[in-house]
């Protein structure tokens, strides 16, 4: 099978999708498929390199639509070499490209919408989402409608969806969704971290790590680890991800205690590192289509204390792999308040639930299956 995902940017700084992309084209070129990525990346991006053959970088795109007049031609004239086409994300003109490119074509797509028609876009941005209406009924509205499926990564994603936009109609399809396993030296890996970062070394690590952004709750976690931290001095958090907006930052750092480390973006072995050297992860999000920063902590076995806008909760308190509680700064409080009355046994046996739901629910090869399940019965035979 031959794939093309269409996706704005295969920066890791972009987050989820992102990770997702890299993990699912790794397993379907073990397995004998090609995934091909275009995107709207500059082509001199450092990172592209990274991704090796069968990137095709059409931008730089322009403004936060990142329009590009590339995109579209190369689309035209290459669509039909591929079996299926895999669009990551909505309101950038990367769908709508596709959408112009391959509906009245024959070669099916589908759709990642990764939380873009959450609701609460709508009630936070409200004259973002007026000029989302206006946008709406000649562009996504189309390229969800005709599109051979649409993916969820949860129920609650895909229930949250219709409440966005009154006019709505596409084939919606829920399908597993995961990240892969840690790997590398555990003792290393920590060893690595704690000296880049020995003030983290013998306490009581929390760890938050995604992109620092409003729509995370950073602000009402500091408060509330500032709350704590009087009442459990060997507490320490760990504030890990790229922020874009230094004047957000920098009020942030504002309201944080001294025990806070900020360490900017984590990959690889660093990432697990600070994983390994925490005992529970937090995340006191207001909108969270899924979280693969909440996996990632599961298969490294942590509690996750997260917010009741994690579309994943659910499965997270069905398996006792973690606390929730409302996306306020007294339900986050209220997260801190529970972990640290915990007894050492206590955490460790909530440890295990949490790997226990990693394997379960969310490991990347029964995601991928999942995901590949879902996109091969439209396929010709000789395709599969």
Not at 198 to 207: Q, V
Not at 372 to 382: G, R
């Amino acid at each position: 099978m031959k794939i093309l995902s269409v996706i704005f940017s295969i920066n890791s700084a972009a987050g989820g999708p992102v990770a997702w992309l890299r993990q699912y084209r790794r397993i379907f070129t073990e397995q004998g498929h090609q995934v091909d990525i275009a995107s709207l990346d500059g082509p001199d991006e450092p990172f592209i390199k990274e991704w090796g053959a069968g990137v095709y970088a059409l931008g730089p795109g322009n403004g936060t639509y990142r329009f590009s007049p590339h995109l579209l031609p190369w689309l035209k004239a290459h669509h039909h070499e591929y079996d299926k086409i895999i669009v990551h994300g909505v309101w950038q003109y990367h769908s709508f490209a596709v959408w112009q490119a391959v509906h009245k074509s024959g070669v099916p797509y589908h759709v990642f919408t990764h939380g873009m028609l959450d609701p609460w876009f709508k009630r936070t941005y409200p004259l973002k989402h007026l000029k989302k209406w206006l946008y709406w009924p000649w562009a996504e509205y189309r390229v969800l409608r005709d599109a051979e499926s649409v993916l969820f990564t949860c129920e609650e994603e895909r229930r949250l969806a219709r409440q966005s936009f009154w006019l709505y109609r596409c084939h919606e399809k829920v399908i597993s969704y995961g990240a892969a396993a840690p790997t590398g030296n555990k003792e290393l890996q920590i060893a690595k971290f704690l000296e880049a970062f020995p003030e983290c070394k013998g306490k009581h690590c929390l760890i938050y790590l995604g992109r620092i952004h409003e729509k995370k709750g950073c602000d009402l976690l500091l408060q509330a680890f500032a709350s704590q931290k009087q009442i459990y001095p060997e507490a320490h958090l760990i504030m890990a991800g790229p922020c874009h907006h230094p004047e957000y930052l920098n009020k942030l750092k504002a309201l944080a205690p001294a025990d806070v480390t900020w360490t900017g973006m984590l990959t690889g072995d660093m990432k697990w590192g600070a994983f390994h050297a925490s005992k529970a992860f937090a995340l006191s999000s207001h909108q969270e289509n899924f979280g693969v920063a909440v996996v990632e902590a599961l298969a490294a076995g942590l509690p996750v204390l997260i917010s009741d806008q994690v579309n994943i909760w659910r499965e997270i308190k069905q398996d006792g792999a973690g606390l929730v509680a409302p996306d306020t700064l007294a339900g986050t409080e209220s997260l801190l308040q529970q972990w640290f009355a915990l007894s050492q046994a206590e955490q460790s046996a909530m440890s295990q639930c949490a790997v226990d739901c990693f394997n379960n629910r969310f490991e990347i090869h029964k995601a991928v299956d999942s995901f590949h399940a879902t996109i091969k019965p439209s396929l010709p035979l000789a395709s599969v």
